[in-house]
């Protein structure tokens, strides 16, 4: 179903289990707030070549929200992560060089330590840039604030958020359950189908 520019927002981050707790959590947020997240693994169409397909996610997106916690490495010969610091160029090109509505892009930049980003990125010095500490709550929080304040979007509690949050966790696993998933299955379900979901709940009037 086409999303419209107006209320979606390009979410830019890590896809790992790692860090699952806080996309997931991150994306029931825009949900609830009624917008809708967009991430690169929702296009599957293997025709099309990644950049192509995120490209096309970022340009149809209004709000941008990118993480930068990969930005450096963890341990001796490891690379440090330069896709979400690219993806992020990309947003802010569309913003800057870009036709209406392009212009009227809104960018959240978010960190897991505050000021590591003038390590890596230093061009973006006085941005207005959230560090998390990897707390998906913390996130959440910072989220919210960012949509009621750039979004327009309905100015609810974040302690609300977080309840409804666990709500959604537990109709979902019973769903699921009920239809004939493991818990390892639900575990390893690819996001865009737990957001999916999020929708279906919202949409369903919230049940418990």
């Known amino acids: 179903m086409p999303r419209p520019f107006e209320r979606s ?62 930005c450096k490495s963890t341990q001796a010969d490891e690379y440090a992560r330069m896709n979400m610091p690219f993806e992020l160029g990309l947003d802010h090109a569309c913003r800057r060089f870009g036709p209406t509505p392009q212009t009227d892009k809104r960018i959240l930049i978010l960190e897991h330590t505050r000021y590591d980003y003038q390590r890596a990125l230093s061009d973006i010095s006085g941005w207005d840039i959230q560090a998390h500490g990897g707390d998906h709550e913390k996130a959440v929080r910072h989220v919210r604030s960012w949509l009621i304040a750039q979004a327009g979007a309905p100015a609810v509690g974040a302690a609300l958020i977080q309840g409804k949050y666990i709500a959604f966790q537990e109709w979902y696993w019973e769903r699921e359950l009920a239809a004939g998933s493991s818990e390892k299955d639900i575990r390893e379900y690819p996001t865009t189908e737990l957001i999916q979901a999020m929708h279906e709940w919202k949409d369903a009037g919230e049940p418990v």
Not at 17 to 28: G, H, R
Not at 52 to 60: E, K, P, Q, S, V
Request: proline share 6%; net charge negative; aromatic share 12%.
């Open 9 to 70: 927002v390009f979410v830019n981050c890590p896809f790992d289990e790692e860090f699952a707790p806080i996309l997931q959590a991150v994306a029931f947020c825009i949900v609830y707030l009624g917008l809708f997240p967009r991430l690169a693994p929702e296009n599957a169409d293997n025709a099309a070549a990644r950049l192509d397909r995120i490209a096309d996610l970022i340009c149809g997106s209004k709000y941008g929200i990118h993480d930068l916690s990969r």
